[in-house]
């Protein structure tokens, strides 16, 4: 496992996406010909109608890769991201936020091109998100927009299976995942979703062979990837194919995975569910907080618990209190 031997604990390359959030009933979703609970890709005239006709808001820097990031830098590691931004109003929010979460976050606002990537949510009281998606710019990540001297100075290189959507961006994953991984460094893989699997199977699968360390994936996902419907058989065909996979089952907590090993991990909860979008994306922050700095794998998984758990407790897919002092409470720092 990585030590303290890198400027960066974690770095992230994801898509860099604005989150509008705003509580609304299920009227305003009516008025808005909004699908309750779905996540629906928009163009940009329906994404800038939407946000006109949106509440006051919070909006705040995300993607899931920069959700990953923020909450490892909550921990108190050290962390940076590459994703693209335009030099617009909202990717000015989104630089401001995402540094004032304590992440370095220099790649240059790109000055023609759509606008910055936006995820324009509505919450509900019964805790279920509606998102309509414009994914603007974030998807137009390139090669020239990694730092490869960055990359050398990360224990581990985080990358959002997202991004793989584009081919641009998959030169730019790879090149930042060669750059890590012959400076000594680790990488490690999110599958993000069962869609995203379906369309890159074998991508990921060569990925897997060729850079991947670690492996973040869901039930679904992990099933998705090598075509089982039993969770069991598919942990069993990942044994082995990466130094460790991590792979979480809601309430049921997760399994962690190396070649020779299964270590069952509970979840962590506060007792309270108000928004369950965010939790993978926190497991995995907890999970990297403690593998970049040499923690066994129960601690590992059993961090990536905790945030996971915090993060459902309240709206938002980031912490809302120092993860850091959690882990101190919980005796796992």
């Known amino acids: 496992m990585p030590g303290h031997t890198k400027r960066y ?38 994404s800038a109608a939407l946000y006109g006709a949106f509440p006051p808001a919070i909006e705040v820097s995300g993607g899931s890769a920069a ?30 936020d995402l540094r004032a979460a304590g992440v370095t976050f220099d790649v240059p606002a790109a000055a023609a091109g759509p606008e910055t990537g936006r995820c324009l949510i509505v919450v509900t009281p019964d805790a279920e998100r509606t998102m309509s998606t414009y994914l603007g710019i974030s998807t137009m990540l390139e090669p020239a927009d990694v730092d490869e001297a960055l990359c050398r100075e990360a224990g581990v290189l985080y990358c959002e299976g997202y991004v793989w959507d584009a081919e641009t961006a998959k030169a730019a994953i790879r ?8 400076a000594g460094g680790k990488c490690a893989l999110t599958l993000s979703d069962g869609f995203c699997v379906d369309r890159h199977r074998d991508e990921f699968l060569g990925l ?5 360390d670690v492996l973040f994936a869901n039930q679904s996902e992990i ?16 044994a082995g194919q990466c130094e460790v996979a991590a792979v979480t089952m809601s309430a049921r907590g997760s ?4 070649r ?3 270590i069952e991990v509970p979840a962590w909860s506060t007792g309270v569910v108000l928004d369950t979008t965010g939790a ?35 709206v938002g897919p980031r912490p809302a209190t120092s993860l850091a002092g959690l882990a101190r409470d919980q005796r796992l720092s």
Request: proline share 0%; hydrophobic share 45%.
């Open 9 to 46: 604990d974690v770095v992230g390359v994801g898509n860099a996406i604005v989150d509008v959030i705003v509580q609304a009933d299920d009227g305003f979703l009516a008025r808005n010909r909004l699908e309750k609970g779905a996540m629906t890709l928009v163009d940009a005239d329906r």
């Open 67 to 96: 959700n990953t990031i923020a909450g490892v830098a909550s921990f108190g590691s050290s962390v940076a991201y590459i994703g693209k931004v335009r030099d617009d109003q909202l990717g000015e929010v989104y630089r401001h």
């Open 175 to 182: 090149k930042a995942m060669a750059a890590t991984k012959a």
């Open 208 to 212: 897997l062979e060729e850079y991947v």
């Open 223 to 238: 099933c998705s990837l090598y075509e089982v419907d039993d969770v069991d058989k598919a942990i069993d065909a990942v």
């Open 255 to 258: 399994t962690i995975v190396t």
């Open 260 to 262: 020779d090993a299964r």
């Open 280 to 314: 993978g994306d926190q497991y995995a922050a907890g999970f990297l907080s403690g593998y970049a700095r040499g923690a066994d794998l129960e601690r590992c998984g059993r961090l990536g618990s905790l945030a996971a758990g915090e993060v459902i407790s309240h």
